[in-house]
């Protein structure tokens, strides 16, 4: 399974428009693809998250219940043309959907990981305000396999 997106290569710089507007962006949320999903896939589940000392594991996006048949989610997506079923979890910023990155000044260039969850259950029970413990909890016998894609910012 892979996951990429059209906006930057893994390991490469989030372009300046996916990033809150406190970091000078429009926090638009990123534009990513998937392939080689499993086969017993029933949906998908995705993560974006800022492991950096500093942040703690920051939680920027998660998506619970996208359909299986889904094999992207296009630019600025978050919040508007999500596909038909999936639901957007609460950030750390205490928002629903996509919040950008926006690492604290003189930091360092922070990691944002996106994880690409392959399930075998069709829905995954969990509250809006879930939590990044809770969401891997609840994805944790039912996880497939997993994708990876790494972008970075600093400021």
């Known amino acids: 399974m892979q996951i ?11 372009p300046l428009q996916f990033v809150m507007p406190g970091a000078g962006g429009k926090n638009v949320s990123v534009p990513l693809a998937w392939s080689n999903i499993p086969a017993g896939t029933q949906s998908l589940a995705l993560s974006m998250v800022d492991p950096h000392p500093v942040a703690g594991n920051w939680v920027h996006w998660l998506v619970i219940d996208l359909p299986k048949d889904a094999a992207s989610l296009p630019q600025g997506a978050s919040g508007r043309t999500m596909p038909q079923g999936a639901v957007e ?5 205490g928002d629903l959907g996509y919040g950008g990155p926006q690492p604290p000044r003189g930091s360092g260039d922070h990691p944002y990981v996106f994880t690409l969850y392959a399930l075998s259950v069709p829905k995954v029970e969990l509250p809006k305000n879930a939590g990044l413990a809770a969401f891997k909890q609840a994805l944790k016998d039912k996880t497939l396999a997993t994708a990876t894609l790494t972008g970075y910012f600093g400021r």
């Open 4 to 14: 990429t997106s059209s906006a930057f290569q893994d390991g490469a710089k989030i």
């Open 89 to 93: 979890l609460k950030n750390s910023f």
